[in-house]
């Protein structure tokens, strides 16, 4: 599988200045590019094709006095601009006509110059290199320093180096995963969890482990208060409030930083220590709509899914959704009974059958282990599918069958 390796770079004032140049340029073509296939659709024409666009807003272009400038980049950032533009309509489409799963997309938009985050990519026909030293050795910029946190497991297909809001400079490598090597790192389990996510804890395992949410953005709410308040304070388009708005970014990004570091440190240990992994699906997108807004997006539950996921196919576990309709809460996880709904503020009962009391978030994440072990054995879903009554079910209740004629009717 393909994963991203990201690291910080420290470019030169020079080098900062070449890839200023090298984001403008790639932004124009991007522009030029949407353009032109809304000038075809207004004509009624069919889209420009690939090629069309790369000897005219290219090529050619590099010959006018207007766009001349566009050689002083690498030629393959300009074409891989023509090709996230090829991307965002294939994808447009695909969403239009259903192909696509998930929220419909809008049509491709122009980049603007102002925009805070901005990315260049370089493939392997690019001629980008690692030297010896350390560094990366980018055409037309020069030789950056990079902060290597780690080592590279294999050689990159492409590099991508992206300016984000705070200003800071990031080298995202594509990276190939040798599935065997992925296997041997990781040691043997015949484990399994379960896992059920909540607010006041942010992840409660099926064998009692409790995670306390570390509520990244309710503690930095003051910080950022008092920062938001120093920006709305300045003058629009002057440099005081250009200064200010990357503080509000730098104070963001360490939330972000840090909620990030809190899954991957989590998730990498419960895909170490378990071989299956069940937690429930969880509707983020509607209990973002509700007062818990905040809080919800503050736990970034489906980022940590997302994690959790994906490791588990790199590594060879085991991962299994639970339906979010399915009573985890509801149903005793010592005999099996279903005692209805329960508000929230209810967190723990007892069980009217067998007596158990149950701490109400640690009883769901053993019912989620349950419907993902039970997923995982027979392969079918956790609700058994409608089935025909039999024959001495389907007389009414309390008469016998047999005394039922066929018309229904009561003798």
Known sequence: MQ?????????????RGSLARAFGCARVV??????????????????????LLSRTLITEAKKTPERHWLGEVSAVVLQQALRDVEAAYRNFFA?????????KLGAPRFKSRKDHRQAIRFTTNARWKITPAGRLNLPKIGEVRVRWSRSLPCVPSSVTVIKDATGRYFASFVIDTDPDADLSRMPASDRAVGIDLGLVHFAVLSDGTKTDSPRFL??????LKKAQRALSRKQKGSNNREKARRKVARAHARVADARREFHHQLSTQLIRENQTVAVEDLAVSGLARTRLAKSVHDAGWSQFV?????????YGRTFVKVGRFEPTSQVCSACGRRDGPKPLHVREWTCPVCGTVHDRDHNAAKNVKAAGLAVTACGAPVRPEPVLAQC????????????????????
Not at 95 to 103: I, L, M
């Open 218 to 223: 309710r503690r930095a709410e003051k910080k």
């Open 30 to 51: 991007y522009n030029d590019a949407i353009a032109a296939r809304e000038r075809a659709q207004a004509a009624g024409r069919p889209f420009p094709a690939a090629g």
């Open 306 to 314: 997302h994690m959790l996921a994906y490791k588990a196919r790199r």
């Open 392 to 411: 001495e079910e389907t007389g009414s209740h309390g008469i016998p069958t047999k005394t039922v004629p066929r018309s229904g009717t009561a003798t």
């Open 3 to 15: 994963l991203r390796y990201a690291f910080r770079l420290d470019p030169s004032p020079g080098q």
């Open 95 to 103: 969403s239009r006509t259903g192909e696509r799963k998930g929220p």
